[in-house]
């Protein structure tokens, strides 16, 4: 017999997500005077408060929520995140206020490669309580998926164990965690970048898939870290040991790292900044996503990206934290609230980049269907979706980016039981 695990009745709004087409650019479906019904871990009904609640009482519900004045929407996914590291990097963010760039600071021997030398000094234990500790902030923030990369090791023992530790975290938390194996993420000191690429294809790849976490391959295309061919050799070893590949592409520099995505059929591009119009239409020919991180210019202080060159061209956009030593917020509203107020984008839109589309960007309802890909209906509301929903303390979903710097969330429901309230 199904168990009726959740009922969220008399809602003022149940925003379901993107309309059928899943056209980020247009309205949400939604309902007013609404209700929700999960069954067995996953969304059963949604519509009138009214028809649903006849079908599925609140008093036969394990769970009964009164959302009465109250918006209901999907839970945030956030797809693209450095969530695992170890050390402080706040002296950093002094030091950027003071005039120092990101480059002189990695120059220095600060940045990424600070974190790896204490990342390589953590034990295991420790890196999986930090871990625990940033996917409990996330899920207040109501992140019910998050993305986390490895990258902090730049040796095959350190990123297998980062990439355990991102499993081990995940086994027992409310947040479901999709592993990235990002071994590309810098170049280590003392070797140059040919030859750690080849090691990260001979060496850590094979042992990577052998292990068998990792979902995804990711890596750093940008002037002074990996050149587009060394980029474009690196994803196509992953995809060869079975991890679907993404990039980190146009962040500082135009290098041609959108276009190296798409020739290898990435499932994301992410940073974008210096995207141009035919970056954009090769992405969007390819069904790669565009993965935007406002938060991360927020942090840099720099330009953002512009969501209308991908929207223009047809291509889903999907936002995301970049949550990480030098990024260190773990909001997805803030997120939103950024790229509505500094990329132009619609509340409607950007929650959607925020939820479907990062599902999108995580490989849910993409084919071929991908190993530990999501479920199809991830980040919506629609009938079979993950029971993953947030009760907000507002009435509208534009309250996450109106009520700038304030948490919304009141309820998280994560498979329709209670993760935090």
């Known amino acids: 017999m199904s168990d009726l695990d959740a009922v969220v009745h008399d809602a003022a709004e149940v925003v379901v997500g993107p309309t059928e087409d899943e056209n980020v650019a247009v309205s949400l479906e939604r309902h007013e005077d609404a209700a929700v019904a999960v069954v067995d871990g996953s969304v059963a009904a949604v519509g009138s408060s009214d028809e649903v609640t006849r079908e599925y009482p609140p008093e036969n519900a394990a769970t009964a929520i009164d959302g009465g004045g109250r918006s209901v929407i999907p839970g945030f996914v956030d797809s693209h995140t450095h969530a695992l590291f170890a050390g402080d990097r706040s002296d950093e963010f002094a030091a950027r206020l003071r005039g120092a760039d990101y480059q002189e600071i990695l120059a220095e021997g600060g940045g990424i490669l600070r974190t790896v030398r204490a990342v390589r000094e953590a034990s295991d234990d420790q890196l999986v309580a930090n871990l625990t500790a940033q996917l409990d902030r996330a899920l207040e923030h109501g992140s019910t998926t998050v993305e986390v990369k490895s990258g902090y090791g730049l040796d095959r023992e350190t990123e297998l164990r980062m990439l355990s530790a991102v499993e081990r975290a995940g086994r027992d938390h409310p947040v479901d965690v999709v592993p990235t194996f990002m071994g590309a993420h810098a170049v280590p000191e003392g070797v140059d970048a040919e030859a750690y690429a080849q090691r990260v294809i001979d060496e850590q790849l094979p042992a990577v898939a052998e292990q068998g976490i990792a979902t995804f391959c990711d890596v750093f295309c940008e002037e002074d870290v990996f050149t587009p061919e060394q980029s474009r050799r690196i994803l196509e070893a992953g995809r060869d040991h079975g991890l679907a590949p993404k990039i980190h592409a146009e962040e500082f520099a135009r290098t041609g790292g959108a276009q190296v995505g798409a020739d290898a059929g990435a499932v994301s591009a992410d940073h974008l900044l210096q995207a141009s119009e035919a970056d954009a239409e090769a992405l969007a020919d390819a069904d790669v996503v565009a993965t935007l991180l406002p938060a991360a210019a927020f942090s840099l202080d720099t330009d953002y990206a512009d969501p209308g060159l991908f929207r223009e061209a047809g291509a889903t956009i999907a936002l995301a934290s970049d949550f990480n030593p030098n990024c260190h917020g773990q909001s997805m509203g803030f997120t939103v609230a950024l790229a509505c107020a500094k990329m132009k984008m619609t509340p409607e839109s950007a929650l959607v980049a925020a939820t479907r589309g990062g599902a999108r960007a995580l490989g849910a309802g993409r084919e071929p269907v991908q190993t530990g890909a999501l479920p199809a209906e ?39 039981e209670r993760a935090r309230e």
């Open 378 to 416: 991830t980040g919506t509301l629609r009938k079979g979706a993950p029971g993953d929903l947030l009760v907000l303390d507002a009435s509208s979903h534009v309250h996450v980016p109106y009520s700038f710097g304030v948490n919304r969330v009141e309820t998280v429901l994560k498979g329709g």
